[in-house]
């Protein structure tokens, strides 16, 4: 398992913005895919966003394209997820997820963002 820290959560009015981080320690994060999941309250946890291990390529959900922008530098072994234009509906826990193997993963302990209207 590989430890990850996320960090940046907070609350926000609707329309503005917030940067998480998704760091850790271990030599090995360039070669990890890493995603960010959340989950509302009363939801199932869902995906948010993904990089590859190089970062060329990316995947949205829908109801965060255009607004969410997931980025990695893999000198400082950490992965950002930057949010503008926060909607209510984007209130919720945020997860970072590591990639270990095909079908090993490893998650933070995740980040409140609460978005007021």
């Known amino acids: 398992q590989v430890q990850l820290v996320e960090s940046g959560g907070g609350l926000v009015q609707a329309g503005g913005s917030l940067r998480l981080s998704c760091a850790t320690s271990?030599?090995?994060?360039?070669?990890?895919?890493m995603s960010w999941f959340r989950r509302a309250p009363g939801k199932e946890r869902e995906f948010v966003a993904s990089i590859s291990w190089s970062g060329s390529r990316t995947d949205y959900a829908d109801s965060v394209k255009g607004r969410f922008t997931i980025s990695r530098d893999n000198t400082k072994n950490t992965v950002y997820l930057q949010m503008n234009n926060l909607k209510p509906e984007d209130t919720a826990v945020y997860y970072c997820r590591a990639r270990l193997t095909l079908i090993d993963y490893s998650w933070g302990q995740g980040t409140q963002v609460t978005v007021s209207s």
């Open positions: 271990v030599r090995t994060f360039g070669s990890y895919d």
